[in-house]
């Protein structure tokens, strides 16, 4: 049999292409080292810049050093979008009272016998009139009365009182500090990294101080974002801002409120000047954009928001009030205010890791013993003896 003829054209094979992998060409390993490197190189620097934060003196909690750091490096909003996430998950729960009532002030002691401007001692003010309860129905045992928990001369000058916020969040109690100039004086205290630099005052409570301290709390916003500025010891470390709420303290220790360039301004006895915000209690009424929605109280959880807050005011008569604790939106911070007879208030910080108060008691050895303002505050007394990075004010006993 015989086959038939293949008539299909007969090609030749292909040619034999060697590819080379572009990732094994030289100028590619080299751009792959490079890029290696310097992605070793970031990490160093961030992991470097990230270690300082976290061992830096203070008290202050991981998170907050992290979130700090964060915002510092251009992080601001994923920390803000992370915290509105976090209220919105764990708002404050509504109805109930208080777990064992209104608390007894820790380290309350009883007044004087002698009661106010006795022979020979120091002229002070009047002892304010209790608060009136802010919540509905009938007070609880002690919400609103006055303790006396600090004596200056034999004379009241750190008073102490307790009250629900609102009629809604009834189970959680607010700290309310009434200080008498008389008998202290105010001192703005820098941070390590609010304002930072060298000044005089310590940003901690020193062995040179705390024979004489008699009560500290937070300041305001860090300074990015309280729209105000920063002035003590004859220098700016942050532009006043007109119109600004203002903490000013005097040469003498005195404080007052006001509007900058309004209410108040630079004077030769001007001390310090710590701005925040705008004013939130001004001619002893609380302001109407309290609950307007604007950001001006703060873009991270906004005006409305139930969580931790601070304030600070004067009355008529020069007597200065300071009010902390949960569950507090800026429209409850100022009624509170208002109630313990502020004419002019401004809000200071926000948030449970920088919101809180302290007074203490001087011991024969050893550090004061400190007493915090509000029950389950999360920043113990204690903070104030380390080196803290953000500013604050001391209150201190008058020779």
């Not at 009834?170 to 205290?189: A, E, H, K, N, Y």
């Not at 609950?291 to 005006?303: H, L, P, R």
């Not at 401004?346 to 890791?353: C, G, H, S, T, V």
Request: charged share 15%; glycine share 12%.
């Amino acid at each position: 049999m015989v086959e038939e003829a293949d008539d299909r054209p007969v090609l030749p094979d292909p040619p034999v292409t060697v590819v080379r992998r572009f990732w094994r060409r030289p100028v590619v390993r080299r751009t792959r080292r490079v890029v290696l490197a310097l992605f070793l190189l970031f990490l160093i620097v961030v992991g470097w810049s990230i270690t300082g934060a976290l061992t830096a003196p203070g008290t202050d909690p991981t998170s907050v050093r992290l979130a700090e750091w964060a915002r510092d490096h251009g992080l601001g909003g994923m920390i803000d979008w992370l915290e509105k996430e976090q209220y919105q998950h764990n708002q404050p729960k509504i109805g109930g009272t208080p777990a064992g009532g209104i608390p007894r002030p820790p380290g309350a002691i009883a007044p004087p016998a002698h009661g106010r401007n006795r022979p020979g001692g120091p002229r002070t003010l009047p002892a304010p009139l209790p608060i009136p309860v802010l919540a509905a129905g009938a007070p609880l045992p002690g919400e609103g009365q006055w303790q006396t928990v600090v004596t200056v001369k034999g004379a009241p000058a750190i008073r102490v009182a307790s009250l629900r916020p609102d009629d809604q969040h009834t189970s959680f109690v607010v700290g309310v500090m009434w200080i008498d100039p008389t008998l202290v004086r105010g001192q703005l205290q820098p941070g390590y990294l609010d304002p930072g630099g060298s000044w005089q005052a310590a940003s901690s409570i020193t062995s040179a101080t705390q024979s004489g301290i008699v009560a500290a709390f937070n300041a305001g916003f860090r300074f990015y974002q309280s729209h105000g500025g920063y002035y003590s010891e004859g220098r700016t470390a942050a532009a006043l801002q007109n119109n600004a709420a203002s903490l000013v303290l005097d040469t003498n220790g005195r404080a007052t409120v006001g509007s900058w360039n309004n209410e108040v301004r630079m004077t030769p006895d001007v001390a310090s000047v710590r701005q925040n915000l705008v004013m939130l209690v001004d001619g002893g009424q609380v302001s109407p954009s309290c609950s307007s929605g604007s950001q001006v109280w703060g873009a991270t959880v906004g005006n409305t928001a139930f969580i931790n807050r601070s304030g600070f005011g004067v009355t008529a008569n020069g007597g200065e009030v300071f009010v902390a604790g949960p569950a507090l939106s800026v429209c409850t911070l100022g009624n509170i205010l208002k109630a313990t007879g502020v004419v002019r208030g401004m809000e200071l910080d926000i948030n449970p890791a920088w919101v809180n108060g302290a007074y203490f008691h001087d011991q024969p050895t050893g550090l004061p013993q400190g007493f915090a303002l509000y029950p389950n505050q999360k920043t113990p007394p204690s903070r104030y003896f380390t080196p803290t990075s953000r500013d604050w004010f001391g209150w201190y006993a008058r020779p």
